[in-house]
């Protein structure tokens, strides 16, 4: 059985957070999750 991880959403909000392009169908056609709000408190 083969094992997948969909590492869309991931990668979806380094692209929108991080680049700035919230054009996220051209990058990721048939996506339709939404990006994760993670937030790591270092303190």
Known sequence: ??????????????VSQYLGNKDLKTLLPGFEGRTRRVSLDLG
């Open 1 to 14: 059985m083969a094992v997948a991880t969909d590492l869309r959403p991931a990668l979806s909000e380094d």
